[in-house]
């Protein structure tokens, strides 16, 4: 019983596991009462992010993406979007190529771990699926598969499936299967690498560990002190980064707007997946990106805006 009520509760917790914002007049349900309202006012980045129909402009030398971890529920999203810009190759990175060509095509309701979620299809004639598989393939493969390429979105993660398999999954997916990534895209020449993480991901180091935030999203393997291990390699890796640290995920469309805040400061909220894309994808190419942590999360007490890239 306690593992299934800690199980659905992971679906709207803080672990990050996404063009168009669709209005919606329903309320959001949030994991933690309130958030740390004086880190958020005291967050010199904070800033609200706008959303825009306009397609990105990859006029940075950037021609074509990687996506890692296209079949997740974000990667998916990110793939979208990028499939529709004109004059961009992309790549989706997936461990099963077959299976990927088809369900990436469908629209269908999923099953990922403890969540439930509804997912578009997409128009796969303008994407290269490619096998990516962080814990089987070596550094050599990967760097083989990422030969061209001048981007990479990395929104790998592991889903807690097997409660007795959870810290050897996180430490090989979060851990080495993101520094593996990493080093093959160095060997590959890739130029920009944008990183989907979670708020808390550091939290130890601003004394946010009893937090419930982190005390619930890290009891899934650990996956918080995982993740930050791979934050830093990427941070010293010499490869331009942005770093996405989503609050709590949510499936459905956006119900408030996209606000974005320093590293180490967000404890608690949440954001609609398809606003972690587009946060994504915009950081591909704005200079104001480079070498930066992102935190984002909604502001349900305001509507629904329409993206028009990283406000600062």
């Known amino acids: 019983m306690k593992i299934c ?21 329903g309320p ?11 880190s958020l006012l005291g967050s010199a980045a904070a800033a609200a992010l706008a959303f825009s129909v306009q397609q990105p402009a ?8 990687v996506v890692a971890g296209a079949t997740g ?40 771990g403890a969540m439930v ?34 981007a990479m979105v990395i929104a790998v993660g592991f ?14 997916v979060d851990n080495l299967g993101t520094i593996k990534l990493v080093d093959a895209a160095k060997a590959a020449g890739i130029k920009k690498i944008v990183l989907v993480s979670s708020i808390l991901t550091n939290g130890r180091a601003w004394g946010q560990e009893k937090s419930p935030g982190f005390t ?13 291990t791979a934050e830093n390699y990427l941070r010293a890796s010499g490869i331009d980064y942005t770093i996405v640290r989503p609050g709590g995920l949510k499936a459905k469309p956006p119900t408030g707007a996209l606000k974005i805040y320093g590293e180490d400061t967000l404890n608690s909220g949440e954001i609609s997946r398809d606003l972690v894309a587009d946060v994504c994808v915009a950081s591909l190419t704005d200079p104001k990106a480079k070498n ?19 406000n600062m």
């Open 5 to 25: 009520l800690l199980l659905s509760l992971l679906a709207s917790s803080a672990c990050a596991f996404s063009p168009l914002a669709v209005k919606s007049t």
């Open 28 to 38: 959001s349900s949030a994991l933690f009462a309130e958030i740390d309202r004086r």
């Open 58 to 65: 990859f006029a940075a030398g950037i021609t074509k993406v």
């Open 73 to 112: 529920q974000t990667g998916r999203r990110v793939l979208e979007r990028l499939a529709g810009t004109a004059g961009l190759s992309v790549i989706g990175g997936v461990r099963n190529v077959d299976r990927a060509a088809v369900s990436l095509a469908e629209k269908s309701t999923v099953i990922r």
């Open 117 to 150: 979620q509804q997912v578009a299809s997409i128009d796969t004639s303008a994407v290269e699926i490619k096998h990516i598989d962080v814990v089987k393939d070596s550094v050599d493969d990967l760097t083989s598969t990422l030969q061209g390429a001048d």
């Open 159 to 172: 889903v807690p499936a097997n409660i007795m398999k959870m810290n050897k999954e996180a430490h090989e």
């Open 216 to 228: 619930l999203t890290n009891a899934f393997g650990q996956v918080l002190d995982e993740k930050i």
């Open 292 to 310: 930066k942590v992102l935190e984002i999360i909604e502001d349900d007490g305001t509507e629904p805006k329409v993206f028009n890239g990283l």
